[in-house]
């Protein structure tokens, strides 16, 4: 017999609803009246919850859809300021010239510093993003800069002026109807030695698993530098939706849909010459290891090398000695190979390159292929060990084995026992977004988008406009609380709330059937 538990949930799974619901108390501030409103978890791994995953995964799917071939320009950008907005931004700008005339004289400027205080905080109220000055008003210390010069390895790319639009070219062919394709690249990182067909190495010792981990760790940079070079070999904003996946050697590897059409020779000239340097100290040589480790002074709150008692060079120390001989610690480039297809509106070919570019979101990188056999079982397990003592970071705790404090130390780091990202199993080494997205991509962020499903399901079930939203206050249930449900219960409540939101959203879809079907035959009576 079939478990009540288990069935629930396989029930809940199949209707799309969340599997680990939160619990909010919404309460009417009129009426006083209080209801308990199971909100989705959002998660957006299959391994956590299913059903969400499955529809931040249809929301990216309609996101890349949506602006893959556009026509026109998206939005431009945010409106100008309404005029409440610009009355706050007007007193605003008043109270900065008053505090910077009382601080030049030398007098206290604690009443300007709270009336600022209050002024951000009603400029924010009003619907104004970010602040006015930045995050801090203390003296910005002078950047490092490093030689931009051109690696002699590197062919040179042809330089345009980037024009201010973001839609590739038009074709006309003598039949007179026009085309503006775009195009579907797939990058892939360069060899580090033969492998199988499983993904394998065929030579384990001679593979480069250093190189390939570094490569992982640095490859949100190379695909940023990369961008950069095609915009300005290709003279405009190009826009690109990108997911990134591990290939079978589980080295990354990056799926690219941008809008307008590349030749294949600039994409291949871009590739040759793109690349990214990381200067960060030498890791050439291991100074603590096993229990030999620094130890950390509370005090002088520094790392000390614990058979001296010295202090152990600092970050910014440790990239001063850097000197222009040097090389940098490494040089991520992409192979030579890749894949590049153009790719029509409306076509075949976009509905199966969406769904290949969308198909792994849902899986943690490690998951995108499983380990099969005792070769990609140890082959994982290799890089997982080049990537143990590797640093990630500037504040990686792996600079202690080299004899370098981690930018803004604290006690407690170990080296080998980086809690960053990039260490976890789960990812391979790879710390960026899985989701690349453009800023002019479809002129919508992800909320715009599910702002047009709420508006949609709004419009099919005939529902009124949303009630006013300061009518109604919110708080997360918490276990303390008395009213709180335990997870068994609230799944009760999913399943019971999506049973009733199917049944009406059925009926809605029948009634709009019923309606086409009257309309199409009073047209043919009037015809």
């Given amino acids: 017999m079939p478990q009540a538990r288990d069935s629930i949930r396989k029930i809940a799974e199949t209707l799309g609803g969340c599997l680990r619901p939160v619990q909010l108390r919404c309460t009417d501030t009129v009426t006083?009246?209080?209801?308990?409103?199971?909100?989705?978890?959002?998660?957006?791994?299959?391994?956590?919850?299913?059903?969400?995953?499955?529809?931040?995964?249809?929301?990216?799917?309609?996101?890349?859809?949506?602006?893959?071939?556009?026509?026109?320009?998206?939005?431009?950008?945010?409106?100008?300021?309404?005029?409440?907005?610009?009355?706050?931004?007007?007193?605003?700008?008043?109270?900065?010239?008053?505090?910077?005339?009382?601080?030049?004289?030398?007098?206290?400027?604690?009443?300007?510093d709270a009336l600022i205080g209050e002024l951000d905080t009603e400029i924010t109220r009003a619907g104004v993003r970010g602040t006015v000055t930045g995050k801090s008003s203390a003296k910005v210390k002078a950047r490092r800069s490093r030689s931009t010069q051109h690696r002699q390895d590197a062919p040179d790319l042809p330089k345009r002026k980037i024009a201010p639009q973001t839609t590739g070219k038009v074709f006309?062919?003598?039949?007179?109807?026009?085309?503006?394709?775009?195009?579907?690249?797939?990058?892939?990182?360069?060899?580090?030695?033969k492998v199988n067909g499983d993904g394998s190495p065929a030579d384990p010792g001679t593979y480069d698993y250093t190189r390939a981990a570094r490569d992982a760790l640095h490859f949100s940079a190379l695909v940023d530098r990369f961008i950069q070079n095609l915009r300005r070999v290709l003279g405009y904003d190009a826009q690109y939706f990108g997911a990134v996946e591990p290939q079978r050697r589980l080295a990354p590897h990056l799926h690219l849909a941008v809008r307008g059409a590349v030749p294949r020779a600039v994409v291949r000239q871009v590739i040759a010459a793109t690349y990214h340097q990381v200067w960060w100290p030498s890791t050439e040589t291991?100074?603590?290891?096993?229990?030999?480790?620094?130890?950390?002074?509370?005090?002088?709150?520094?790392?000390?090398?614990?058979?001296?008692?010295?202090?152990?060079?600092?970050?910014?120390?440790?990239?001063?000695?850097?000197?222009?001989?040097d090389d940098p610690l490494h040089v991520a480039r992409f192979g030579a190979t890749f894949d590049a297809q153009g790719v029509l509106a409306g076509s075949r070919d976009a509905n199966r390159c969406i769904r290949y570019l969308t198909k792994y979101l849902t899986k943690h990188v490690a998951d995108c292929h499983q380990a099969e056999t005792g070769a990609q079982r140890t082959h994982a397990a290799r890089l997982a060990d080049a990537l143990r003592y590797e640093p990630c970071s500037p504040t990686c705790a792996n600079w202690l084995r080299y004899g370098i404090q981690p930018k803004n130390p604290k006690a407690g780091l170990l080296p080998g026992a980086c809690k960053g990202k990039a260490h976890r199993p789960e990812n391979l080494g790879y710390a960026g977004r899985r989701v690349l997205?453009?800023?002019?991509?479809?002129?919508?962020?992800?909320?715009?988008?599910?702002?047009?499903?709420?508006?949609?399901?709004?419009?099919?079930?005939?529902?009124?406009a949303s009630p006013d939203p300061a009518r109604y206050s919110w708080h997360v249930v918490t276990p303390s609380d008395r009213d709180y449900l335990p997870p068994d219960k609230r799944l009760l409540h999913v399943v019971a709330d999506r049973t009733r939101l199917k049944a009406v959203l059925d009926e809605a879809r029948q009634r709009a059937r019923d309606r086409q079907t009257d309309l199409s035959a009073s047209t043919e009576v009037g015809a």
């Avoid at 505090?99 to 604690?110: F, I, K, L």
């Avoid at 479809?442 to 949609?456: F, I, Q, V």
Wanted: hydrophobic letters at 30%.
């Fill in 172 to 193: 006309t062919p003598p039949d007179g109807k026009s085309y503006r394709p775009s195009m579907f690249l797939t990058l892939t990182c360069d060899s580090y030695g």
């Fill in 32 to 112: 006083g009246t209080t209801e308990q409103v199971m909100i989705p978890c959002g998660a957006t791994l299959a391994s956590i919850c299913p059903p969400c995953a499955e529809r931040a995964k249809s929301l990216r799917i309609a996101q890349c859809r949506e602006g893959w071939h556009l026509e026109d320009e998206p939005d431009p950008g945010p409106p100008p300021p309404d005029q409440t907005q610009e009355y706050w931004l007007t007193l605003r700008a008043e109270a900065q010239v008053q505090h910077d005339r009382a601080e030049a004289r030398g007098e206290d400027t604690g009443d300007y």
């Fill in 286 to 325: 291991v100074r603590f290891d096993g229990d030999d480790l620094p130890v950390w002074d509370e005090d002088l709150g520094t790392y000390l090398d614990p058979a001296t008692g010295e202090v152990l060079p600092t970050w910014d120390q440790a990239l001063d000695a850097i000197g222009p001989a």
């Fill in 437 to 464: 997205v453009s800023r002019k991509w479809s002129g919508k962020t992800l909320a715009d988008h599910r702002g047009d499903r709420k508006a949609w399901l709004t419009k099919t079930l005939g529902l009124e």
